[in-house]
T-cell receptor, first 110, second 114 residues
Framework: SQQGEEDPQALSIQEGENATMNCSYKTSINNLQWYRQNSGRGLVHLILIRSNEREKHSGRLRVTLDTSKKSSSLLITASRAADTASYFCATDLNDYKLSFGAGTTVTVRA | DGGITQSPKYLFRKEGQNVTLSCEQNLNHDAMYWYRQDPGQGLRLIYYSQIVNDFQKGDIAEGYSVSREKKESFPLTVTSAQKNPTAFYLC?????????????FGPGTRLLVL
């Protein structure tokens, strides 16, 4: 059962530009997490935002959460070639299980 | 170095064969997880373990089995009953059980069918 859905599926930007991707989900959540996956590797945790938070920052990352619209966005500012990866949102299906979306593949062109 | 290791990196399975994927962590985490990733799809939960000697089925447990005899180890066996095993398998752990916890992932094992 996949709860989160990322949009767009793929994104290609020039180095230095900002990248924005969105995650929509179906049922109420307690928290939402974003992860990054480089090609053929494991996932790396980026940021967690709780349902009572609206915005969170970590370095060049900015995450927003709108629980009324059941959506979240991840903004990467001043993108670099190393940001090329797939990005996944994960929502808590229940107390113990996370549901991951299909991901947004970001390509940063030099 | 602390982290999660998975082996092997690539695994080939013959028809009717059981194969076991290894997952070890030295993070002293209580909870461990197995996910399956297919191209263009999100991760799907196979099994998870909140504590040693305990584990629960995830969303796609059929054709898989696990054990959790030691805190640091959570091997996954893909049995012959799993008819479509070709996928990328990811193991993860978290300090405590709970969907609010950060999960730390291993590098993955790619399973291919001969």
């Amino acid at each position: 059962s996949q709860q989160g859905e990322e949009d767009p599926q793929a994104l290609s930007i020039q180095e230095g530009e900002n990248a924005t991707m969105n995650c929509s989900y179906k049922t109420s959540i307690n928290n939402l997490q974003w992860y990054r996956q480089n090609s053929g590797r494991g996932l790396v945790h980026l940021i967690l935002i709780r349902s009572n938070e609206r915005e969170k920052h970590s370095g060049r990352l900015r995450v927003t959460l709108d629980t009324s619209k059941k959506s979240s966005s991840l903004l990467i500012t001043a993108s670099r070639a190393a940001d090329t990866a797939s990005y996944f949102c994960a929502t808590d299906l229940n107390d113990y299980k996370l549901s991951f979306g299909a991901g947004t593949t970001v390509t940063v062109r030099a | 170095d602390g982290g999660i290791t998975q082996s092997p990196k690539y695994l080939f399975r013959k028809e009717g064969q059981n194969v076991t994927l290894s997952c070890e962590q030295n993070l002293n985490h209580d909870a461990m997880y197995w996910y399956r990733q297919d191209p263009g799809q999100g991760l799907r939960l196979i099994y998870y373990s909140q504590i040693v000697n305990d584990f629960q089925k995830g969303d796609i447990a059929e054709g898989y089995s696990v054990s959790r005899e030691k805190k640091e180890s959570f091997p996954l066996t893909v049995t012959s009953a799993q008819k479509n095993p070709t996928a990328f398998y990811l193991c993860a752990s978290s300090m405590d059980p709970g969907a609010q916890e950060t999960q730390y992932f291993g590098p993955g094992t790619r399973l291919l069918v001969l």
